[in-house]
């Protein structure tokens, strides 16, 4: 009996929690703060790499000057706004200054860098082998109940890519097809 669509989509989400638990474990055991420092580490290595570093900076600073300016517009507009009322007003507000594809552009750089950071330590590569399974889990789960057909194509798609499958993958497609089959 073969599995329903739906049935496969369960198997994948329980094998992707127990593969993000895994992953939990792993760095709460070994180094709880690694993940942290490397998602900080690849930002900075990508505004460098990106050139920005220096332009960040003097952002940061004409922003500081915008952020004080405005305090004391604010803070002027208040006093004269409690001259007119009578009474006292507040001034305390935030204001964000939205870089948005400036933004973008660091993070998709920084998960770059993430990568090549993580594969330079053993538990990042853990991390990175697990995270592939992880990506490639719903092709394992249809690869594992699939027709001898399919694992052959697959196998043979692999080959032509030279794409080496994770190994979970590998598992699946050594699973013997159901005996309907036959």
Sequence with gaps: ???TVKEKEHWKNRISRRIDHAIEQLQARNDPGYYKRICDQAEEVAWK???LEGLRDESKKVADEIDSLQKRKDGINAEMLSKVT?????TSRSSYMAMSDVTAAVKRRAMVHETELMEAHSLGSQILRLRHEKEELLDTVWLASS???IKELWSRF???LNWEPPKLQKEALSIPP?????
């Design 86 to 90: 009578g009474k006292p007003v507040d």
């Design 178 to 182: 159901l005996s309907s089959e036959s």
């Design 158 to 160: 692999a080959e032509v």
């Design 1 to 3: 009996m073969s599995l």
């Design 147 to 149: 027709p001898s057909q």
């Design 49 to 51: 790499s990106l050139g």
